[in-house]
């Protein structure tokens, strides 16, 4: 496998794999790899497309120095990971190369549907997401790019950048949520969770089930969502959000067994912020 950190050398490699008549598959991370990004690396194994797994803290899109400096990083592993799944190129730029002329002013239009979730939450996230993503598709100029479900917004978003800015050209694939043995949804920021936060956290995906059930059986919303936030707050899990909103607009849902319905959250438990979200 090979392992560029320069901008120029990465480019100069993308040029040479489409220079031989071949397509790149891009899989994104921030490293701290684990089962959830295992099985985007699995599921790209699908076509005869060279792959580039990208590892890149973003402190764009971080709104606390704390939280960025704290994000857990394990390279050595990582590169097991990658070697073991025959990937073909990791890219681990160098931070000041991919942030320098970014931050000069532009005009990000993004769908007004960006602005609720964790774009209402955590201020210039999405900003920052968009920047280094799309800074990294006109580096590696992929045809398909892998992102994970659990991140459900920012894959809008992505698919956003895709079509406005690639004209579609690439293919963005989406990768279904992995879990632990528990049901929580396996994050990088799991590690920073005792045994004791992870069972509590687990309460949140076992809520959300109940809720789906609930709703099928035509419960009513609004009163459906109050009543789980109260019972997983009396279980010490502080609730950002919980919305029961369309899968493709993110508009409200507000009748009996909408179709395109998802159940979306963002919680905290002993300070270490998780989202997660299921299909109704």
Do not use: W
């Not at 990208?54 to 704390?66: A, E, G, H, K």
């Not at 990582?78 to 730029?93: A, G, S």
């Not at 043995?181 to 309460?203: F, H, V, Y």
């Amino acid at each position: 496998m090979k392992i560029i950190t320069s901008i120029e050398e990465q480019k100069e490699y993308c040029s040479s794999i489409e220079a031989e008549g071949n397509n790149i598959s891009l899989i994104p991370t921030m490293g701290n790899l684990h089962s959830g990004h295992e099985s985007l690396l699995l599921l790209s194994r699908s076509t005869k497309n060279k792959r580039i797994v990208s590892l890149f803290v973003n402190p764009l899109q971080f709104d606390s120095i704390s939280d960025y400096r704290s994000y857990p990083s394990s390279i050595d592993s990582d590169i097991e990971i990658l070697e073991r799944n025959k990937v073909d190129c990791l890219f681990m730029p160098d931070e000041n190369q991919m942030i320098e002329n970014i931050n000069h002013p532009e005009t990000i239009h993004l769908p007004q549907y960006m602005s609720i979730l964790c774009g209402k939450h955590r201020k210039g996230h999405f900003d920052g997401v968009f920047k280094i993503v799309k800074k990294l598709f006109k580096i590696i100029n992929p045809s398909i790019a892998y992102f994970g479900k659990k991140d459900y917004q920012q894959l809008m978003m992505v698919r956003h950048i895709a079509k406005e800015y690639f004209g579609n050209r690439i293919e963005i694939v989406a990768g279904d949520t992995v879990r632990e043995s528990n049901g929580l949804a396996m994050s990088s920021r799991n590690n920073r969770l005792s045994l004791t936060d992870k069972k509590i956290a687990s309460s949140v995906h076992k809520e959300l089930i109940i809720m789906r059930e609930s709703i099928n059986l035509g419960s009513n919303n609004q009163e459906l969502l109050k009543k789980s936030i109260d019972a997983l707050s009396d279980k010490y899990i502080k609730i950002e959000y919980l919305e029961l909103l369309s899968s493709v607009d993110f508009s409200i849902i507000s009748k009996k067994n909408a179709d395109n319905a998802m159940l979306f959250v963002a919680f905290y438990i002993s300070g270490v912020r998780l989202i997660d979200n299921i299909d109704v």
